[in-house]
Each structure stands twice: as structure tokens, then as C-alpha cells.
């Protein structure tokens, strides 16, 4: 086990993984370490898959942009697995004029930042789609969003890391960043007793919700909140389309598999009142699934009769303002972080990951990251 390494990973999710992968291209040694005993155990295996720009916030559109640009396209080559990315567009759905001027507002912002995205009739939406409920009256339509599998993709960058000679090691959770003279200067990671040094000058946080833990080790703080999901997969069914689907009101969310079978998520909004199991997970209960089915449904009738073979429960790192983090910290040199990805962090993650290994590398990254910093919420002077 290495104990020693350029950079030190937190985190083995999709952005953690790939953070290693890039840092380790880049010929850097690396070690990263995951509290649970899964690689990808949080929200990267445990997502709709989408690879959208439209309905996000400006802030992130200059990240997620530049990755579906550069990193998305050449993924599946890169990584030697098929991760399923098919840049079929991206259909979110209104069925009130509220919802529509919801998508208005969302696409504005979207095409200030020079994303091909427009509002559409039922008729349009129709086109697109003819599965679709007639209650829909419109939607905004993104052709260069879409989606791919969480599974593979972030077993792919694991894989590439690894053999680019990065080392994971799970079951180490970490209790602490080790500074000296104020600068990052490793990790302390281990369960009771038997902890662990690890030593290295850079640190990268990638650890989903629990980040805040570790990061209040050098006073650092980011405001977010855990946050249950869902997701369904249902039995394989004819191909119908090719599109990411999502709605005005968030309430339905997913897509139709390289091989028939839709994921498709939600919320019943009950977060604090579900049971937790192992890893702090919450079952997915009745009611989170039953709600589930009825924003579907709500959307996509054809889909009445389909068998749901399994389901699966999560939690997002929700931020206050809805948006990602990704930055250095000014205050701690030697310390990055990559967290409160609110939800939809699979299809921004590569590019997160690759920028803040390129910052860590040279200095500078090809995405601008400023709105993503860290300290954005602090009060004006």
C-alpha cells in the first residue's frame, strides 16, 4: 500500500476517479482513497445518466459546455469501454404556462452562454417524441444534450487509472487534512485504532456530501444538504427514442438504454423521513418508488404496463445555489475541491475532473471554473 504520492484523491466516484485518471496521464503518482468498500458507491452509481447542458445554471454552462465538447464525444475510445454516450438531445417538458416560462427563463440563460437550445409547441415536441402525453404543451429542446451509462463510465476511468499506476484503496475513510506551515501536506485516513498518514503536497476533495466533514478539518465549508433520489429501471422494451428527458418541475427525469430498458428518476420529497440503511443510504420505500411511477406516468403513459426489475436509493450533494464546486482553496495551498454537484454531477464530472487536473498540473485549465469557486458565497465587502 502506497502511503506517499504527488496528489492524494478523496473520493473514488466518477470525479474521483477520473481526477485520478487525468492526474496520472499527466504522469503525476497518485493514491485515492474511498471510505466505503465500493468503488463508485455514492451518486455515481446511482443516477439517471444525463449529459445535458439545458436546464442548468449559467454558472456551470462554461464547464459543462467545454466537456460535451472535448471529453464526451471520445470518451468511450478513450476509456476502452462502451459508455453508452448518445448525443440524442434533450427534451424538458412543460404541461402549464408555468412550466413554460420555467424552460423559458432556463433556455435564455442557456443561449446567453452559446447553447443551441429553444423553446418548442406540443406539436414540435411531438415530432421529436410521439410517446409523449398530449398534456404536454411544450418544451425546451437541447440537440446536443444527452446521456450515457453511469456504471461503465466511471468503472472505466477506475480502470485507467489504475493502469496508469494509481492506487485505491477503499475502506478508509479519511478523518482529516494534514497541514504544516499552513500548506497541504497529506491525509489522515483509517478507521479507529489503525489510521493512517498519507502523505502528499496536493489534495483533491471528492467526497460528495461528506466533503464538508473533511474540508471543516482546515475551516472550509460548502453550503449544501443531502438530498434522496430515485431511480427505476424497467424490463427492455422496442427502442423508442434516443432523448434525455426532464421537466419544468423536476418531478421525472431519465432515458431509454442502449439496450431497451428506461432509468428513470424522482423524488417524493420526504427526504428526512426515510429509513437509512448500510452507508447511510435510505430504502427505497413505497412511497419513493410510487412516486417515481406517477411523474412517469404523468409524462409517458405508453410506459403503464412496463415491469420495473429494480430500484435504487441515493442521496445528491445539493448545494445552496444549486451548482457545483470546483476550485482551489486560496486559503489551504495544496487543497482542491470538487463537490456539491446537486444532482447532476455524472455528465459535468469528467470535465470537472479533467480541469482541476490540468490547475493542478500547469496551473491553468481550458474551461473557466471562476463561477465555481469555493468562496462564492461569501458576503460582498
Keep these: 500500500m502506497m502511503t506517499k504520492a504527488d496528489v492524494i484523491v478523496i473520493g473514488a466516484g466518477i470525479v474521483g476517479n477520473a481526477t485520478a485518471y487525468y492526474l496520472a496521464k499527466k504522469g503525476k503518482s497518485v493514491i485515492v482513497l474511498e471510505a466505503t468498500d465500493f468503488i463508485g458507491n455514492g451518486g455515481s452509481s446511482r443516477n439517471g445518466g444525463g449529459v445535458r447542458q439545458s436546464g442548468r445554471n449559467p454558472k456551470e454552462l462554461p464547464l459543462m459546455v467545454w466537456g460535451v465538447k472535448n471529453i464526451w464525444p471520445t470518451l468511450s475510445e478513450e476509456l476502452g469501454v462502451d459508455t453508452e454516450y448518445t448525443q440524442g438531445g434533450n427534451l424538458r417538458l412543460g404541461k402549464t404556462e408555468d412550466h413554460l416560462k420555467i424552460l423559458q427563463k432556463l433556455a ?20 421529436i417524441n410521439p410517446y409523449l402525453s398530449d398534456e404536454v404543451i411544450g418544451a425546451s429542446w437541447c440537440p446536443t444534450d444527452g446521456h450515457a451509462n453511469p456504471l461503465t463510465t466511471t468503472l472505466g476511468y477506475y480502470k485507467k487509472a489504475r493502469e496508469l499506476g494509481a492506487d485505491f484503496i477503499t475502506g478508509a475513510p479519511v478523518s482529516r487534512i494534514v497541514t504544516k506551515a499552513g500548506k497541504v501536506c497529506g491525509v489522515e485516513a483509517g478507521t479507529g485504532d489503525e489510521k493512517t498518514i498519507f502523505e502528499a503536497e496536493t489534495v483533491v476533495v471528492a467526497a460528495g456530501y461528506e466533503s464538508n466533514e473533511i474540508l ?3 475551516g472550509i465549508n460548502i453550503p449544501m444538504k443531502k438530498h434522496a433520489l430515485t431511480c427505476l429501471v424497467t424490463e427492455a422494451e422496442p427502442q423508442m427514442f434516443k432523448q434525455m428527458l426532464g421537466t419544468a418541475m423536476a418531478d421525472f427525469y431519465g432515458h431509454q438504454t442502449k439496450h431497451g430498458s428506461f432509468v428513470m428518476g424522482g423524488t417524493d420529497g420526504y427526504d428526512e423521513v426515510h429509513p437509512r440503511i448500510d452507508n447511510d443510504y435510505p430504502l427505497v420505500g413505497s412511497s419513493m418508488v410510487s412516486a417515481t411511477s406517477r411523474g412517469i406516468l404523468g409524462y409517458f403513459p405508453i410506459l403503464k404496463d412496463a415491469k420495473v426489475v429494480r430500484a435504487w436509493g441515493g442521496y445528491g450533494d445539493f448545494c445552496v445555489d444549486g451548482c457545483a464546486t470546483v476550485s482551489k482553496v486560496d486559503e489551504v495551498p495544496g487543497l482542491y475541491v470538487e463537490c456539491s454537484f ?23 485549465c481550458p474551461a473557466d471554473i471562476s463561477p465555481l469557486r469555493y468562496d462564492r458565497f461569501k458576503p460582498a465587502k
Design 342 to 364: 446537486t444532482g447532476h454531477g455524472f455528465g459535468i464530472g469528467p470535465a470537472a475532473a479533467y480541469n482541476i487536473a490540468e490547475l493542478i498540473c500547469t496551473g491553468s
Design 108 to 127: 435564455d440563460g442557456a443561449t446567453k452562454c452559446g447553447v443551441d437550445v429553444k423553446m418548442i409547441d406540443a406539436a414540435e415536441v411531438k415530432k
Design 216 to 218: 471543516s478539518t482546515v
